[in-house]
């Protein structure tokens, strides 16, 4: 599927917008850790935010795994996006995904019901979103762009190619016609030598002549602003 630049444009931006919701996961979790730890209450906005950003990047991972047909968005299927998402096993992009979604679920019901989670655990689990998930998505927006360069000099070649094409038979088009005034001359001229039995046939050749040179003129100009393209 040959994808828009308006299209590519979005999956690099919702793929961006993933790699932050990861890092603001990771600041929020060590936020509300740290208040429970001490004692201090963590108010609903809080909760809200972080309930907020945990519902956003489970949206967004489903929309670039599935992609949103009423939006026009396609999933990610490329070759790059693959090999990031589904080769490495445990380290793979989606088995990545699934272990932060599935941990950052975990930790959230046991700090709303005050269960702090073993210091060295919940550490991990921080050091995990920031290092591991946070590459992993990285690593989707870099193959994201590199698409869209390979997709946009694809196109460039593609339209040089066609433009040449284009220039190519303009040029045959002027040979025909430059061949075709020159015939068209030559019977103007026996045309003349036949007098008055040669005056239709020496209008026609006329006619003719005017034609090729239009063809000329007309193929010149298009040649002219090709070249400029």
Excluded: C
């Amino acid at each position: 599927m040959t994808l828009s630049e308006d299209i590519y444009g979005k999956l690099i931006n919702i793929a961006g917008r993933q790699r932050m919701l990861s890092q603001r996961i990771g600041f929020l979790f060590l936020t509300l850790y740290g208040r429970i730890d001490s004692g201090q209450p963590v108010s609903p906005a809080q909760w809200e935010m972080l309930e907020k950003a945990l519902a956003d990047f489970r949206k967004g991972y489903d929309l670039l795994r599935a992609g949103d047909a009423d939006a026009g968005l396609p999933k990610l299927d490329s070759e790059r996006i693959r090999k990031v998402l589904e080769t490495g096993g445990e380290r793979s992009g989606l088995a990545i995904v699934e272990r932060f979604l599935a941990e950052a679920q975990q930790h959230l019901q046991d700090l709303g019901e005050n269960r702090l989670p073993d210091r060295p655990v919940f550490d991990a689990f921080s050091a995990f979103v920031l290092v591991d998930v946070l590459q992993m998505l990285q690593a989707i927006v870099e193959a994201l762009e590199t698409d869209f360069s390979d997709e946009m000099q694809r196109r460039r070649d593609q339209r040089r190619e066609d433009a040449n094409r284009v220039m190519g038979a303009l040029q045959e088009i002027q040979r025909a016609s430059k061949f075709s005034r020159m015939i068209a001359l030559n019977a103007k001229i026996s045309a003349d030598r036949a007098g008055p039995y040669g005056k239709e046939f020496g209008a026609l050749t006329e006619e003719l002549k005017n034609i090729a040179t239009s063809i000329t003129d007309s193929s010149e100009d298009i040649l002219k602003h090709m070249e400029q393209i």
